[in-house]
């Protein structure tokens, strides 16, 4: 079974970078999609990015585009998320989510996606003056 773990949040600034990690253990062979989330207080959780297997990628968020981009480390089972120019509104709890046996990232995604099987905790980013 895929497990995954997010790391890397924390409080920053204004105009500051942050750059989340997801680490996957487990079953970690076959084809999955990993898409970072976020979930800011009092509203609906938000898929920003995806990646495949592949290394293709699809945003899914336009208020991070130009901000963030997703990447992975196959040889280290991990999938980040490197967000720079970080606004107050980018706070929020950010999770990453694995939907396994997909081959390619979706087209759209909904907040809280049933497709997606497994969910890390969530790490949270504050972004403070």
């Known amino acids: 079974q895929l497990q995954l773990a997010e790391s890397g949040g924390g409080l920053v600034q204004p105009g500051e970078s942050l750059r989340l990690s997801c680490v996957l253990s487990?079953?970690?062979?076959?084809?999955?999609?990993i898409t970072w989330f976020r979930q800011a207080p009092g509203k609906d959780p938000e898929g920003l990015l995806c990646?495949?297997?592949?290394?293709?990628?699809?945003l899914y968020a336009d208020s991070v585009k130009g901000r963030f981009t997703i990447s992975r480390d196959n040889a280290k089972n991990t999938v980040y998320l490197q967000m720079t120019s970080l606004k107050p509104e980018d706070t929020a709890v950010y999770y990453c989510?694995?939907?396994?046996?997909?081959?390619?990232?979706?087209?759209?995604?909904?907040?809280?996606?049933?497709?997606?099987?497994?969910w890390g905790q969530g790490t949270q980013v504050t972004v403070s003056s």
């Open positions: 990646i495949s297997s592949a290394g293709g990628t699809t």
């Open positions: 989510a694995a939907d396994f046996g997909t081959i390619k990232c979706h087209t759209v995604v909904a907040g809280k996606d049933p497709r997606y099987e497994t």
């Open positions: 487990g079953s970690t062979w076959g084809n999955y999609v």
